[in-house]
Nanobody
Framework: QVQLVESGGGLVQAGGSLRLSCAAS????????MGWFRQAPGKERELVAT???????????YYADSVKGRFTISRDNAKNTLYLQMNSLKPEDTAVYYC???????????WGRGTQVTVSS
């Protein structure tokens, strides 16, 4: 049974930082493209960042324009854990953040339950 469990969300002031973690189990983590999505109240879920599996050439990352330069996605295959370092947070980053495994565009094979991030102005 695949489980993706997010942690690290919370309340932070604008300009602050948070680091989200996603602990994965029940799958061969290293073989999956991983990603973070978010959904704000009244809005559709959007892709925030993705990270590929590790190949001979390294990893590739994607960031939504809205977070580029502020967020960093990383993975630790030895710990089966995905991370999202979020800096210079803005009120518009407020959302539930979801970890996803097997990301392909806006779709994914597996989803976590999400962690709330609230940025106050």
């Amino acid at each position: 049974q695949v489980q993706l469990v997010e942690s690290g969300g919370g309340l932070v002031q604008a300009g602050g930082s948070l680091r989200l973690s996603c602990a994965a189990s029940g799958l061969t983590f290293s073989r999956y493209n991983m990603g973070w999505f978010r959904q704000a109240p009244g809005k559709e879920r959007e892709l925030v960042a993705t990270i590929s599996t590790i190949s001979w050439s390294g990893v590739s990352r994607y960031y939504a324009d809205s977070v580029k330069g502020r967020f960093t996605i990383s993975r630790d295959n030895a710990k089966n854990t995905l991370y999202l370092q979020m800096n210079s947070l803005k009120p518009e980053d407020t959302a539930v953040y979801y970890c996803a495994a097997g990301v392909a565009g806006a779709k994914s094979d597996y989803w976590g339950r999400g962690t709330q991030v609230t940025v106050s102005s």
